[in-house]
């Protein structure tokens, strides 16, 4: 399949992944008996990971890997990429219909074990390669791979009926935390890096490298602050506090690399593009310091013990920072024609999740004193469809330039 089509379809992932959110907003106020809202988060959350985000991924890498090793044939990886977009819809039909059960756990292991494969076959092709986004390619699909034990534990106590709470609660931080403050924010940094070395920056290796190992060691020990409930100990506190600051001057290292760049983004980025960094690098940071912030104790016990504060911070993080940029990543291949319908559905993306998260960012401080927002959840469903009605316009919008 062309790569036009191969992108222009995950685009259509995330329309579908929108609809699943429209959804799930109107039942929260109407009526819509014959579906389960659990079951439609399950669907949604899994879809929006393998469905949207990672399958996006995996061609921007095939791409890159393209680029970088023009010798090496990718047809391995387009039949992988086929296996997981019919695992991710599998999951949709089985979640939807019966939650966990035989057939939402085989289509979730089949996407698993898609993305070891996927992950051997692109640590081989670039073993050789002396490349500055390798390193977070490699890190990105290892925090992959090791996500899955999450899956696998959270699989097994559905299955068997045995669930501890605490055990469960744990596995299911364990897969999100090594999914998007792992693969999905390595992988995103490691596109980065890239497209600043097409715009002509330099990237010096040694600072790469530092930057890596302070978010790598950062993200591995960054874990337990999703667990700080299980009461750890004073040396393993103190570790983990080590390790958010690691992360920290990680991120501002990076944020030095793009601000160093900037004079070339000028010349070689259109306003769009650098309006869509600004504005995901914001929400980034934003995600870092939040983190950094939920090391005292007394902010973690707010965060954890909300369920508003939650959906804010998982929407910061997978949506206005990951997945707005693999959007804007997608548009910036010059596979596809710029139109003012795209560059409009683009704008109204935007404000509509700007809007989002700060109606959840808003109902998660009011939590703090039990207070709820009026009309919150009307407001969330105007801006869930307003969300949908631009990924539509984007997806009608592309076409293929005729050069390429």
């Given at each position: 399949?062309?790569?036009?089509?191969?992108?222009?379809?995950?685009?259509?992932?995330?329309?579908?992944?929108?609809?699943?959110?429209?959804?799930?907003?109107?039942?929260?106020?109407?009526?819509?008996?014959?579906?389960?809202?659990?079951?439609?988060?399950?669907?949604?959350?899994?879809?929006?990971?393998?469905?949207?985000?990672?399958?996006?991924?995996?061609?921007?890498?095939?791409?890159?890997?393209?680029?970088?090793?023009?010798?090496?044939?990718?047809?391995?990886?387009?039949?992988?990429?086929?296996?997981?977009?019919?695992?991710?819809?599998?999951?949709?039909?089985?979640?939807?219909?019966?939650?966990?059960?035989?057939?939402?756990?085989?289509?979730?292991?089949?996407?698993?074990?898609?993305?070891?494969?996927?992950?051997?076959?692109?640590?081989?092709?670039?073993?050789?390669?002396?490349?500055?986004?390798?390193?977070?390619?490699?890190?990105?699909?290892?925090?992959?791979?090791?996500?899955?034990?999450?899956?696998?534990?959270?699989?097994?106590?559905?299955?068997?009926?045995?669930?501890?709470?605490?055990?469960?609660?744990?596995?299911?931080?364990?897969?999100l935390h090594f999914q998007y403050?792992?693969?999905?924010?390595?992988?995103?940094?490691?596109?980065?890096?890239?497209?600043?070395?097409?715009?002509?920056?330099?990237?010096?290796?040694?600072?790469?490298?530092?930057?890596?190992?302070?978010?790598?060691?950062?993200?591995?020990?960054?874990?337990?602050?999703?667990?700080?409930?299980?009461?750890?100990?004073?040396?393993?506190?103190?570790?983990?506090?080590?390790?958010?600051?690691?992360?920290?001057?990680?991120?501002?290292?990076?944020?030095?690399?793009?601000?160093?760049?900037?004079?070339?983004?000028?010349?070689?980025?259109?306003?769009?593009?650098?309006?869509?960094?600004?504005?995901?690098?914001?929400?980034?940071?934003?995600?870092?310091?939040?983190?950094?912030?939920?090391?005292?104790?007394?902010?973690?016990?707010?965060?954890?013990?909300?369920r508003n504060v939650v959906i804010?911070?998982?929407?910061?993080?997978?949506?206005?920072?990951?997945?707005?940029?693999?959007?804007?990543?997608?548009?910036?291949?010059?596979?596809?024609?710029?139109?003012?319908?795209?560059?409009?559905?683009?704008?109204?993306?935007?404000?509509?999740?700007?809007?989002?998260?700060?109606?959840?960012?808003?109902?998660?401080?009011?939590?703090?004193?039990?207070?709820?927002?009026?009309?919150?959840?009307?407001?969330?469903?105007?801006?869930?469809?307003?969300?949908?009605?631009?990924?539509?316009?984007?997806?009608?919008?592309?076409?293929?330039?005729?050069?390429?």
């Open positions: 399949m062309p790569r036009t089509l191969w992108l222009k379809f995950s685009v259509f992932n995330f329309v579908l992944v929108a609809l699943l959110g429209v959804i799930m907003r109107y039942k929260i106020l109407y009526s819509l008996p014959f579906l389960e809202q659990k079951h439609l988060q399950e669907a949604h959350s899994h879809f929006a990971f393998y469905g949207w985000i990672t399958n996006v991924l995996y061609i921007l890498m095939v791409i890159y890997l393209s680029k970088v090793r023009p010798e090496i044939s990718v047809r391995k990886y387009n039949i992988l990429i086929i296996l997981n977009l019919m695992a991710s819809f599998a999951m949709i039909g089985t979640f939807i219909y019966g939650g966990y059960f035989w057939g939402s756990i085989a289509a979730s292991a089949v996407a698993l074990l898609v993305s070891f494969v996927f992950a051997f076959f692109f640590v081989k092709d670039l073993k050789y390669l002396r490349e500055t986004s390798k390193i977070w390619f490699l890190g990105g699909l290892f925090f992959a791979v090791i996500s899955s034990a999450g899956v696998f534990n959270l699989a097994y106590m559905k299955s068997s009926g045995n669930i501890t709470q605490d055990l469960y609660l744990a596995s299911e931080y364990y897969f403050n792992g693969f999905f924010i390595f992988a995103c940094i490691g596109l980065l890096l890239y497209s600043l070395k097409e715009a002509g920056t330099l990237i010096i290796e040694k600072e790469n490298k530092l930057m890596f190992w302070l978010m790598f060691f950062g993200c591995l020990i960054g874990f337990g602050l999703s667990v700080l409930w299980l009461k750890l100990s004073m040396p393993v506190f103190a570790l983990i506090i080590l390790a958010s600051l690691a992360q920290t001057y990680g991120a501002f290292l990076l944020y030095r690399i793009v601000r160093r760049s900037w004079t070339n983004l000028i010349l070689k980025w259109s306003v769009v593009q650098r309006f869509v960094v600004i504005f995901v690098g914001s929400a980034f940071a934003a995600k870092i310091l939040l983190q950094l912030a939920s090391n005292v104790p007394a902010v973690s016990q707010f965060a954890f013990g909300f804010a911070y998982l929407h910061l993080v997978l949506l206005m920072c990951i997945a707005t940029y693999l959007l804007s990543l997608v548009l910036a291949t010059n596979y596809f024609n710029i139109s003012k319908s795209l560059i409009t559905g683009l704008k109204l993306f935007l404000a509509g999740i700007f809007l989002n998260e700060f109606m959840l960012g808003l109902m998660g401080v009011f939590s703090i004193r039990y207070i709820a927002v009026p009309y919150a959840n009307h407001f969330l469903l105007a801006f869930s469809v307003l969300i949908l009605v631009a990924l539509l316009m984007i997806f009608v919008s592309l076409r293929r330039r005729k050069e390429i």
